[in-house]
């Protein structure tokens, strides 16, 4: 293990699927290279379940969280702001607080910061880094392909006139596949008259600002788009600093969880029967196509475990706020259902209210197929068991990841007509659960994720890709260290 005295400070934006990658993040940051570590989130305070992520008592002595007040954005945005433009905002408005928090370690010499990592919506603390003289490093928790569309965007920006959405023709962006505006990219990018297109250009430039870009993947799952980010005649032209993929990190599954209903039925299930439904941390579904859903689950004739939400009124983007809430607020979700369906499913089906334990979902041997919005934390949980996917995408970057997993990676199936675009029917949902639970297109998919799931764990392995990428990582940040202290570390450093 690489001797270091490294302290990050870790700046996490709001939400679950922001939190959980950073936290895995400084927790391999101490276990493996000896950091100590703080996190700075700002928590929504509105979910059980982030509640028990953040709990302090669950982290190494060397990992501390503070938790900044969530700034009041109401007077800011317009109240019906999408996703992107609040957490950009909420993390504008944070700057402040987060200046004097790090400005209040350094003065009291209590874990002082040698560098800062921020997220993606963080960008814009980055300034503050300087301000300390500490090097500074953006996290990407999601793919290659997300961060050559985040790092072209801006250079798209000035070649497209008029709205992504009305292009007909494919987007070419140097390390990607060809990629049509409206089925394939990003929801913030379509639309230039959106607040959100405005704040996506932001981050665009500002990721390459930082001294360095962690990214939530692993070499060989993305060598061309790796390769063309580093080129200096493709995107290396707009990023010019070392680029290290230390994935893929993610929760570990608990075998010491408490065996509860999930789990029993599981275990009476053949292996790789299952296919465990969910859509996040904050997707939900109409009520006409959770109705669809049901029937196409019910005519499948697989079995199923289905995390079931209250149906949304207008926009899957209204759930994210409200992520994780599972205080027994709801127990009768199931009359959302079809009439008859707990009975008639009984014996196939196991319907779970709001939040499930998905890690451990997952890895149990029973389940064989995930139908899920294409999060990149669920995307990487899927993976890395082994678990081929039915892209559902909802909104965000999930369609891009959607892509990624159908026409790259090989891992997924997906609608013909996409779900956040129209209610895909039962029996296409039919057709695509048997197809990846039973067909012979489902067991190739399941060889390439089995492939996949033993990659990624090579490349964490002593030795991996991402193990190196790490250690290089802390090799880099360690110069500017030596620099700050008057050593000359040039001749060190790869
Ligand atoms: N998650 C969970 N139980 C649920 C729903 C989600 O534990 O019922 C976790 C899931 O395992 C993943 C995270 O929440 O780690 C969701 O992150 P992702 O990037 O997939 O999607 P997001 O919520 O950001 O849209």
């Not at 430039?205 to 493709?234: C, M, Q, T, V, Y």
């Not at 707009?238 to 290290?244: Q, T």
């Not at 899957?316 to 009359?335: C, I, R």
């Not at 895909?424 to 998919?445: N, P, T």
Request: aromatic letters at 10%.
């Amino acid at each position: 293990m690489e001797i270091t005295n490294q302290h990050a400070a870790l700046l996490c934006s709001p939400g679950m699927g922001h939190i959980i990658p950073v936290l895995e993040l400084g927790k391999r940051l101490v276990t493996h290279q000896n950091f100590t570590v703080t996190i700075f989130v700002v928590p929504l305070h509105t979910s059980k379940a982030e509640s028990e992520l953040l709990d302090a008592s669950a982290f190494p002595h060397s990992l501390d969280i503070i938790k900044l007040p969530s700034p009041d954005i109401s007077g800011l945005v317009e109240p019906d702001a999408v996703v992107v433009t609040r957490l950009t905002e909420m993390m504008r408005q944070v700057r402040p607080t987060f200046r004097a928090a790090l400005h209040d370690m350094i003065n009291f010499r209590h874990r002082c910061p040698t560098m800062l990592i921020v997220d993606l919506f963080g960008t814009e603390s980055l300034p503050i880094a300087e301000e300390f003289g500490i090097p500074k490093y953006v996290y990407i928790a999601s793919n290659a392909w997300f961060l050559s569309v985040m790092i072209y965007s801006p250079t798209l920006d000035e070649q497209v006139k008029g709205k992504f959405v009305d292009l007909k023709d494919p987007l070419e962006i140097p390390g990607c596949r060809k990629l049509f505006p409206e089925l394939d990219i990003v929801d913030a990018l379509l639309d230039w008259s959106n607040q959100q297109y405005d704040e996506h250009m932001l981050m665009g430039r500002g990721i390459p600002k930082g001294d360095g870009i962690l990214i939530n993947i692993w070499e060989e799952l993305e060598p061309k788009s790796l390769a063309a980010l580093r080129d200096e005649n493709f995107l290396g032209r707009f990023v010019k600093v070392p680029i290290f993929p230390i994935g893929p990190l993610m929760r570990p599954n608990v075998s010491s969880i408490p065996r509860g209903d999930v789990f029993d039925w599981l275990d009476k299930q053949p292996n790789e029967t299952v296919i465990y439904v969910s859509f996040g941390s904050g997707g939900a579904l109409s009520y006409e196509q959770m109705v669809e859903l049901a029937w196409g689950l019910e005519m499948s004739q697989q079995r199923f475990v289905w995390v079931i939400r209250p149906p949304i009124i207008s926009s899957a983007n209204e759930t994210f706020f409200t992520a994780g809430n599972h205080n027994g607020e709801d127990d009768n979700l199931t009359k959302y259902l079809p009439k008859g369906f707990m009975g008639r499913t009984k014996d196939i089906g196991f319907v779970i209210p709001l939040w499930a334990p998905q890690v451990d979902v997952l890895a149990h041997p029973s389940v064989g197929g995930f139908l899920t919005h294409c999060g990149w934390n669920s995307t990487l949980e899927s993976i890395t068991n082994g678990v081929p996917m039915i892209a559902w995408p909802l909104y965000a970057e999930q369609r891009l990841n959607a892509t990624l997993l159908t026409e790259e990676l090989g891992v997924a199936v997906r609608s013909k007509i996409p779900p956040w675009k129209n209610v895909v029917k039962r029996e296409e949902i039919e057709e695509m659960v048997r197809k990846i639970m039973e067909g012979e297109e489902g067991f190739a998919l399941r060889d390439r994720a089995k492939n996949l799931k033993f990659s990624g764990a090579k490349a964490l392995e002593q030795g991996g890709s991402s193990y190196d990428a790490l250690s290089l990582f802390t090799k880099h940040a360690n110069m500017f260290v030596q620099f700050a202290n008057g050593v000359d570390p040039s001749s060190q450093v790869p």
